[in-house]
């Protein structure tokens, strides 16, 4: 199982961004998936989540509203749209997979290297 996670950069204060994540050696509409962030010094936090079909999502307090997850399942692609992006949205962000949605981390496997996004002020 790979998930290869891309499209961080470094932004300014306000500016949009959108995340990839490539999935393949799984059968990718059979799992929930998740994004999550870890800036440094800090615990991995979770972002967003999307059921298997897409109907279904959830978002961390932090980015309900600006954020937004959503999943192509022909294409194995699951992808964060981040808006009106903050200086504490800075971070590596990571996706996994997760047999259920869920704001746990512990749910989750295979995250990948994750992508990095920085937004300065």
């Known amino acids: 199982v790979q998930l290869q996670a891309s499209g961080g950069g470094l932004v300014q204060v306000g500016d949009s961004l959108r995340l990839s994540c490539a999935a393949s050696?799984?059968?990718?509409?059979?799992?929930?998936m998740g994004w999550f962030r870890q800036a440094p010094g800090k615990e991995r936090e979770f972002v967003a989540a999307?059921?298997?079909?897409?109907?279904?999502?959830d978002y961390g307090d932090s980015v309900k509203g600006r954020f937004t997850i959503s999943r192509d399942n022909a294409k194995n692609m699951v992808y964060l749209q981040m808006n009106t992006l903050k200086p504490e949205d800075t971070a590596v962000y990571y996706c996994g997979r997760s047999t259920v949605i869920s704001r746990s981390r512990t749910r989750y496997s295979y995250w990948g290297q994750g992508t990095l996004v920085t937004v300065s002020s």
């Open positions: 050696g799984l059968t990718f509409s059979a799992y929930a």
């Open positions: 999307i059921t298997r079909s897409g109907a279904g999502t």
